[in-house]
């Protein structure tokens, strides 16, 4: 199993170490598929197992803004920790719904500034997306409560 970190997520990147596989459409929701299993520290230190197999859909956008915010780009490894946050509902038994939410969206955004941050506008993307699951996350999160 491999362990991800803020600290390592770079180099793991670029030694293509952390292998997705493009799987759409597996169903209407889903478009990729993780290959192995993966240990992710998450920023309080704790410390998360994405299984092998587990699907995701990298950016959640409407198709007719694909060519301004594609559901795949250098944010993409923030968005499979955000959807697996947002399909386990990490923290919400003990912290309630609207805790883990937000600590999932600016999971998110933590991670998607760490390896999304080359040019301005790449930053203002970061940011978009962000405001975005922050408005409108809220009714997928709370589908199967």
Same mark, same amino acid.
């Given at each position: 199993?491999?362990? +991800?970190?803020?600290?390592?997520? @770079?180099?793991?990147?670029?030694? $293509?170490?952390?292998? +997705?596989?493009?799987?759409?459409?597996?169903?209407?929701?889903?478009? #990729?598929?993780?290959?192995?299993?993966?240990?992710?520290?998450?920023?309080?230190?704790?410390?998360?197992?994405?299984?092998?197999?587990? @699907? #995701?859909? $990298?950016?959640?956008?409407?198709? $007719?803004?694909?060519?301004?915010?594609?559901?795949?780009?250098? #944010?993409?490894?923030?968005?499979?920790?955000?959807?697996?946050?947002?399909?386990?509902?990490?923290?919400?038994?003990?912290?309630? !719904?609207? !805790?883990?939410?937000? #600590?999932?969206?600016?999971?998110?955004?933590?991670?998607?500034?760490?390896?999304?941050?080359?040019?301005?506008?790449?930053?203002?993307?970061?940011?978009?997306?962000?405001?975005?699951?922050?408005? !409108?996350?809220?009714?997928?999160?709370?589908?199967?409560?």
């Amino acid at each position: 199993m491999l362990d +991800v970190s803020l600290d390592n997520i @770079e180099s793991l990147l670029k030694l $293509g170490l952390i292998k +997705v596989n493009l799987v759409y459409p597996i169903s209407k929701n889903s478009h #990729f598929r993780l290959e192995n299993d993966l240990s992710v520290r998450l920023s309080n230190d704790a410390v998360i197992v994405i299984p092998r197999n587990f @699907e #995701f859909d $990298g950016s959640s956008a409407p198709r $007719g803004i694909w060519w301004l915010f594609p559901s795949y780009g250098d #944010f993409f490894f923030a968005a499979l920790i955000h959807d697996y946050l947002y399909s386990t509902k990490y923290l919400s038994d003990d912290f309630g !719904f609207n !805790f883990a939410q937000k #600590f999932a969206d600016d999971e998110m955004l933590i991670w998607s500034n760490k390896l999304n941050n080359k040019t301005y506008w790449k930053i203002v993307d970061n940011q978009m997306r962000y405001r975005a699951v922050r408005w !409108f996350g809220k009714r997928v999160y709370n589908k199967n409560k």
